[in-house]
């Protein structure tokens, strides 16, 4: 059975601070993994989604990699500011099959000023 | 927020009662999830729809039931609501397509059964 972690839960840091948000999974036979953001009371929005057979994606400030061999996916956020606060989770897709994605619990980010 | 409407956003109904959530899209795409948010339980998938009328069951579909009549849209409904359905229950949507079609979820219902 497919389980994701994430690690820290929660991590706080000093805003310019460049920083990396931890994902794992447990089976590496993956269709894609996507990282999304959270603020709170609100829904989920897209950051980046990286495909099975690529290793990194880039979006502005944010670059996600992907080692499905390891298990791992990480999140590394540049120059952190105060608005990047909120809770970001990593989904992982299972084979082509549109109901199994599976969730990580999260990483609340809080960028102090 | 990729044209999707969730109703009502909040709600507190009572033990027993029918509840209907409602999720709207504007995007015709053709694949749409129910989850559930809880705390130590991350996003748990309910119910999806691959299609108008093509539905099926996700890992929490107990005491859930689902339609779709339209492909704008999908409604959740609590037969019998119970204080274990309080929870944050969000619509996602995701076009046909291969590994890169994303995943775009409404801002979702806070639902309270008491």
């Known amino acids: 059975k497919q389980e994701v972690t994430q690690i820290p839960a929660a991590l706080s840091v000093p805003e310019g601070e460049n920083l990396v948000l931890n994902c794992s999974f447990t089976d590496s036979a993956i269709y894609n993994l996507q990282w999304f953001r959270q603020d709170p009371g609100k829904g989920l929005t897209s950051l980046l989604l990286i495909q099975s057979s690529q290793r990194e994606q880039t979006s502005g400030r944010l670059n996600a990699s992907l080692d499905k061999s390891s298990g791992r996916s990480t999140l590394y956020i540049a120059a952190s500011q105060p608005g990047d606060s909120a809770t970001y989770l990593c989904?992982?897709?299972?084979?082509?099959?549109?109901?199994?994605?599976?969730f990580g619990p999260g990483t609340s980010l809080s960028v102090i000023p | 927020d990729a044209g999707i409407t969730q109703s009502p956003r909040h709600k507190v109904t009572e033990t027993g009662t029918p509840v209907t959530l409602r999720c709207h899209q504007t995007?015709?795409?053709?694949?749409m999830y129910w989850y559930r948010q809880d705390p130590g339980h991350g996003l748990r998938l309910i119910h999806y729809?691959?299609?108008?009328?093509?539905?099926d069951k996700g890992e929490v579909s107990d005491g859930y039931s689902v339609s779709r009549s339209k492909t704008e849209d999908f409604l959740l409904t609590l037969e019998s609501a119970t204080s274990s359905q309080t929870s944050v229950y969000f619509c996602?949507?995701?076009?046909?397509?291969?590994?890169?079609?994303?995943?775009?979820f409404g801002q979702g219902t806070r639902l309270t059964v008491v």
């Open positions: 996602a949507i995701r076009a046909q397509g291969g590994e890169n079609t994303e995943a775009f």
């Open positions: 995007e015709n795409h053709r694949y």
């Open positions: 729809s691959y299609g108008v009328k093509d539905t």
């Open positions: 989904a992982v897709r299972l084979g082509t099959s549109y109901d199994k994605v599976i």
